[in-house]
């Protein structure tokens, strides 16, 4: 993948065994990553996850062992995940929210097929221009989803308590902007620099 030697897992018992290999777990360090990871602790993220996988095998049961789109599912299962990261809660597969969510997922993920194997191997400074362009996502598809992060963000700012333990990302991004602007009106931890950062 680019100039990076992979090796892919194709079938069940190479996956499961690599799974439970810590040695495997780890991400690459190529520039895409470096440009959009996240990373976390275990704890509450891992009950969320746990929780999440459940939710999700509720759902493949219901299907009694007919033939289903597993893909359906999955993507909101996956998402979800990046949900409760972000604003701290999930959202149910059939909510209009979620549908816009995976309708972007699906559409990045059908352009960005080329452009991934291209920034594998890209240089970091381009990786940052590709996407500060907008050349690697589709405009309209997140214009779908801004309202929904706009909306998020409003409603943590109201119910925020700063005394108490944040919920997410937002609150700490929030709290953390409070900071900020006391000490520097003219910081970049801004209402509006947060979209670009959750995008």
């Known amino acids: 993948m680019g100039f990076k030697n992979i090796v892919?897992?194709?079938?069940?018992?190479?996956?499961?065994?690599?799974?439970?290999?810590?040695?495997?777990?780890?991400?690459?360090?190529?520039a895409l990553f470096a440009v959009g990871n996240t990373s976390f602790g275990k704890g509450s993220m891992e009950d969320r996850i746990t929780d999440e996988i459940r939710i999700l095998i509720k759902h493949v049961d219901e299907a009694n062992g007919r033939p289903f789109n597993i893909h359906k599912c999955l993507t909101p299962s996956i998402s979800?995940?990046?949900?409760?990261?972000?604003?701290?809660?999930?959202?149910?597969?059939?909510?209009p929210k979620r549908v816009a969510f995976d309708l972007m997922l699906e559409t990045i993920s059908q352009k960005s097929i080329i452009t991934t194997a291209f920034l594998s191997a890209a240089p970091l400074w381009l990786t940052k221009r590709m996407y500060s362009t907008g050349a690697i996502n589709s405009r309209?598809?997140?214009?779908?989803?801004?309202g929904v992060i706009r909306s998020e963000i409003s409603s943590h700012k109201k119910s925020m308590?700063?005394?108490?333990?944040?919920?997410?990302?937002?609150?700490?991004?929030?709290?953390?902007m409070?900071?900020?602007?006391?000490?520097?009106?003219?910081?970049?931890?801004?209402?509006q620099s947060i979209h670009t950062v959750i995008d």
């Not at 995940?81 to 909510?95: A, P």
């Not at 308590?161 to 953390?176: H, M, Q, S, T, V």
Request: glycine content about 6%; proline content about 4%.
């Open 8 to 30: 892919v897992l194709n079938d069940w018992e190479a996956i499961k065994e690599g799974l439970h290999n810590d040695a495997l777990l780890g991400r690459p360090k190529t």
């Open 80 to 95: 979800n995940n990046i949900c409760h990261l972000v604003f701290g809660h999930r959202f149910d597969y059939n909510d």
């Open 140 to 146: 309209k598809v997140f214009e779908t989803v801004a």
């Open 161 to 176: 308590n700063p005394n108490n333990k944040f919920r997410d990302y937002i609150d700490g991004y929030l709290a953390e």
């Open 178 to 191: 409070e900071v900020r602007q006391r000490k520097d009106p003219n910081t970049h931890f801004t209402r």
